[in-house]
């Protein structure tokens, strides 16, 4: 069976790559299960320092694979590896980059809230497209969203929820720094090794700080979002969004 989420370690950087290119590497409950497991063996791991998360192709993540979305309107239950995988990356301890090198949809976009570094290249495009599909914002992005960009600017893109490219992304501060796709993973390396080469517990340390003003009712925030998602997911304006698109073809 194919891997749809491969790690490789250099030097101290663990890269976790998503390898679903055929579906813009959409994300099913088993690659929910193997970034979980990834994230926990990294956290413990002493020898992994920081983590680079990619895709492959010419997308990062196409978000929640929408299939799944519709076997979980009557099985809420398969919701969890989602949360799972959100919490623990919320809470995940040591610096977190992310090489976009293309499409970021849904939780392909909310999942950099939670990076450290982020690099994307000038194709990359974003969108968080949830209300449009009879859903509500997740993984923590109803407060990360407004605390980041304030209250307009995150309207605009929650509820307007219009595609916007690398360039918008950059200006917006979701981005750190727009690189050539063909430069973008060693670029992104780079910068991943130059963390993980520095003094692990000051580092960690230094993350937390930076982080603890947004981590309050974080958790909370992702559960309620979790709960009120899988409410939506039930009602009719999901279940014909969710149509539409599986029917498209
Ligand atoms: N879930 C399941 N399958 C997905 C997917 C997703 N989120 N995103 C893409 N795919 C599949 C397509 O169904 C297609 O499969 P097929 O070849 O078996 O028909 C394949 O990936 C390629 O996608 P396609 O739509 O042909 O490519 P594109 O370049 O025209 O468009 C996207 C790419 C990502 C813009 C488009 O597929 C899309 O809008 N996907 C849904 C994104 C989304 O709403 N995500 C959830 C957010 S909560």
Same mark, same amino acid.
């Given at each position: 069976m194919t891997e749809l989420v491969t790690l490789y370690q250099q030097g101290a950087v663990l890269q976790i790559t998503l390898q679903r290119p055929e579906k813009k590497n959409a994300l099913n409950q088993a690659m929910y299960l193997q970034l979980t497991a990834a994230l926990e063996q990294a956290a413990d791991d002493k020898s992994v320092g920081a983590? +680079?998360?990619? $895709? =492959?192709?010419? =997308?990062? %993540?196409? $978000?929640?694979? +929408?299939?799944?979305?519709?076997?979980?309107?009557?099985k809420p239950e398969g919701l969890a590896p989602v949360m799972e995988f959100l919490h623990r990356l919320a809470a995940f301890p040591k610096p977190m980059i992310a090489a976009v090198n293309g499409l970021a949809i849904g939780i392909g976009t909310t999942m950099l809230l939670h990076c450290d570094l982020v690099y994307a290249c000038p194709e990359a495009k974003f969108q968080l497209p949830f209300v449009d599909l009879g859903l509500v914002p997740e993984g923590g992005s109803s407060l990360l969203l407004p605390?980041? +960009? $304030?209250?307009?600017?995150? %309207?605009e893109l929650l509820l307007l929820a219009e595609r916007f490219n690398a360039e918008t992304a950059y200006r917006l501060g979701l981005v750190n720094q727009l690189v050539n796709v063909d430069e973008l993973q060693h670029h992104a390396m780079e910068q991943a090794e130059k963390l993980a080469s520095k003094p692990p517990l000051a580092l960690q340390a230094a993350k937390q700080m930076i982080k603890s003003h947004r981590q309050m009712g974080l958790s909370e925030v992702i559960d309620i979002e979790g709960r009120e998602f899988a409410t939506k997911l039930k009602q009719q304006e999901a279940r014909a969004a969710l149509a539409a698109f599986l029917q498209r073809r």
């Open positions: 983590v +680079l998360i990619t $895709g =492959s192709s010419d =997308s990062f %993540s196409s $978000g929640n694979d +929408l299939a799944d979305f519709v076997a979980m309107a009557d605390n980041m +960009l $304030g209250h307009q600017k995150a %309207s």
